[in-house]
């Protein structure tokens, strides 16, 4: 492992407790204070021969960012950011399928820190979401985490992928209009979860389904997203309004499947969707 600067108990022992699953990822683990971004960190890593499951880990990072150019915001110390260099040699269409079994990896071992699989949810196409413990109409789940999946060309395939994670860790509040749509994992369980166990979870995870995923597809882990598809049933639209309709699975393939009035089904490949608020709605 290597550190650059001061980091939080929790993570002083990262690279052992990585170490002690027996996986592939998280070696190297370089640890960071401070840095720009991770995603960043990786493909530079990537560029200069970084041996796959390299992790660059952050204590905080000042240019972050989401799918759709989005910033993310994370006070220092609280939470687990981290991108992972995965050297597959696979074809660019199955990359969305790759951003799904991330989502996966993330959601079972957020699941496993706050001790409730049902309530803990894959947002297609990659968001960890945690659903309100009563019914709420207006906000029917708040999100954990974000993954932001980048990958490298070499003529017709795929010559790495960085994934980039962010999962809210221990904040208890949020700046603004995110407090009402975000959540963290101390928030839902009053506990401050150990980040180096979460890291290894996740990594765990990810570990056991990525590359079969990247040559057989989806099917090994198909019944596990259905089973956790955040928008089933659910009235969703984009934000141009081209697509609206129920949210009705994710197909082999990793599209979100969308059911339209006329019954006709859309097969969205890309993008995001948002949940339409109805007046009669269920959480």
């Known amino acids: ?36 971004s991770t995603n960043d960190d990786a493909k530079a890593g990537a560029r200069d021969g970084a041996p796959h499951g390299a992790v660059w880990l952050a204590e905080t990072q000042s240019r972050g960012r989401g799918r759709q150019g989005r910033s993310w915001v994370s006070p220092p110390g609280e939470n687990l950011l981290f991108s992972v260099l995965v050297r597959i040699s696979c074809l660019p269409a199955r990359v969305p399928s790759l951003s799904l079994v991330c989502g996966l990896a993330v959601r079972d071992a957020v699941a496993r820190a706050i001790g409730d699989d049902s309530r803990v949810l894959l947002k297609w196409p990659n968001d960890v979401v945690i659903r309100a413990p009563a019914p709420n109409p207006s906000v029917p ?23 980039g994670i962010g999962v809210n860790v221990h904040t208890r509040e949020f700046p603004g209009e995110l407090d009402a749509i975000a959540t963290s994992i101390v928030r839902e369980t009053s506990r401050a979860p150990d980040r180096a166990e979460l890291l290894a979870n996740i990594l765990a995870s990810l570990d056991h389904d990525i590359e079969h995923v990247a040559h057989r597809g989806l099917g090994i882990v198909h019944a596990r997203l259905s089973k956790h598809d955040a928008l089933a049933g659910r009235e969703v639209e984009s934000d141009d309004g081209s697509i609206s309709g129920v949210a009705s699975g994710i197909d082999m393939d990793g599209r979100l499947l969308v059911r339209r009035s006329d019954g006709t089904i859309t097969k969205v490949a890309s993008g995001e969707l948002r949940v339409r608020v109805c007046p009669n709605a269920h959480g």
């Open 1 to 36: 492992m290597s550190a650059r600067g001061p980091v939080a108990p929790d993570l002083e022992d990262v690279a052992s407790v990585i170490s002690s699953r027996g996986g592939r990822l998280g070696k190297p683990i370089h640890l960071l204070a401070q840095t720009g």
């Open 141 to 163: 789940f708040r999100k954990v985490s974000g993954i932001l999946v980048e990958s490298a060309l070499s003529s017709t395939k795929v010559e790495y992928i960085i994934i």
